[in-house]
């Protein structure tokens, strides 16, 4: 091979070290798109791929502080519907209490709305960082008491009567032609993004995660961190539940009955390391678009919603075998 190729075989292998192979494939994925079938490339279809993309980026940075200390959030679906349900109750009750404030009534119901969140998260972090009970074991307990719940005090019919304020502005509301929803991700990224880049927090995640044991060792306190990350993960599930109640309108017990899945299939997708000690949030932002993009994509070219689910999960399985063969290499050349 000549000088010439190995050096264009090192530049690439050096561009694919930096931006990583997801941006090429997101990339190539919308052009194919475009081509394919004109309507991706229409205004209203892109800024839905865009609010899509914003409720799984949200719940997924969530999933992903969770992974990147050494666990899984089996319970974000749940909390999702369980928010949504509490969120709706009460906005219902407090307009049957009197209370004459529509601004008043929308801004308790949604931190009513929040804290059943925040007690499974407080609940998973301290089963799993203080009993060390398995996190697999224990997010599925909370998610079926959760969904339970959410169920019951339903009975499992959709709940109305929220404020219009509530559903037209925060779920159909938009600011310069871009849904409210959006401006939330791209807070709720940077915020995760100074965390990790700029936070001695940040840096303790990544050390838990990477070898909690170690880091025990050395004076950090591990169940602090785990703990957090828990709860950082239910309360970006409980905005992603208001947000969606606010989108349909009603208040659902089976709200948010997928989001747990694709969760965890950004983040494995987005590199997100299921060993723990690695992942970044540029990488799962773009692995919530190409997903939406994705799923997007075959409902354009009107593929059976039944078939979106097993390509989803081809893409998971080629995303863990690429994670598998990347951390192979490494490991040959430590």
Same mark, same amino acid.
């Given at each position: ?20 192979? %997801? ?24 800024? =839905?791929?865009?609010? =899509?993309? @914003?409720? %799984? ?7 992903? %502080? ?68 398995? !996190? ?21 019919? !959709?709940?109305?009567?929220? !404020? ?68 950082? @993960? ?22 948010? @009955? ?37 799923? =997007? ?38």
């Amino acid at each position: 091979m000549s000088d010439a190729s190995l050096t264009r075989e090192s530049q690439m292998g050096r561009i694919l070290r930096v931006v990583g192979i %997801l941006p090429i494939v997101l990339v190539l994925t919308c052009v194919f798109l475009a081509l394919y079938e004109p309507r991706f490339v229409r205004t209203n279809n892109l800024i =839905n791929v865009l609010r =899509n993309a @914003s409720f %799984l980026t949200i719940i997924s940075a969530g999933q992903m %502080l969770v992974i990147i200390v050494g666990g899984f959030d089996i319970s974000v679906g749940a909390i999702v519907a369980l928010t949504s349900v509490s969120a709706a109750l009460s906005m219902a009750g407090l307009s049957e209490m009197g209370v004459e404030s529509v601004g008043m009534i929308v801004l308790l119901g949604c931190l009513m709305g929040l804290i059943p969140a925040i007690i499974v998260g407080i609940a998973n972090g301290f089963f799993v960082s203080v009993m060390k009970i398995s !996190p697999f074991m224990v997010t599925i307990g909370t998610m079926t008491i959760a969904l339970g719940i959410a169920g019951y005090v339903t009975g499992g019919t !959709p709940i109305y009567d929220m !404020p219009e304020l509530f559903t037209r502005e925060i779920g159909r509301g938009k600011v310069f032609g871009l849904p409210y929803i959006v401006y939330a991700a791209m807070i709720v990224v940077l915020v995760i993004w100074y965390i990790q880049n700029q936070t001695r927090m940040g840096r303790y995640f990544y050390a838990v995660g990477g070898n909690e044991k170690a880091s025990r060792l050395s004076g950090l306190n591990t169940r602090k961190y785990i703990w957090l990350a828990y709860v950082f @993960s239910a309360l970006l599930a409980g905005i992603v539940g208001l947000f969606l109640t606010a989108r349909v309108g009603s208040g659902e017990a089976t709200l948010g @009955s997928n989001l747990m899945l694709e969760s965890i299939s950004v983040a494995v997708i987005g590199g997100v390391a299921l060993k723990g000690g690695v992942g970044r949030i540029g990488m799962v932002v773009m692995a919530a678009l190409f997903l939406s993009v994705l799923s =997007n994509g075959m409902s354009l070219a009107r593929i059976d919603s039944k078939y979106h689910i097993i390509i989803i999960g081809l893409v998971i399985i080629i995303a863990v075998a690429a994670e598998s063969f990347r951390e192979s290499r490494k490991g040959r050349h430590v």
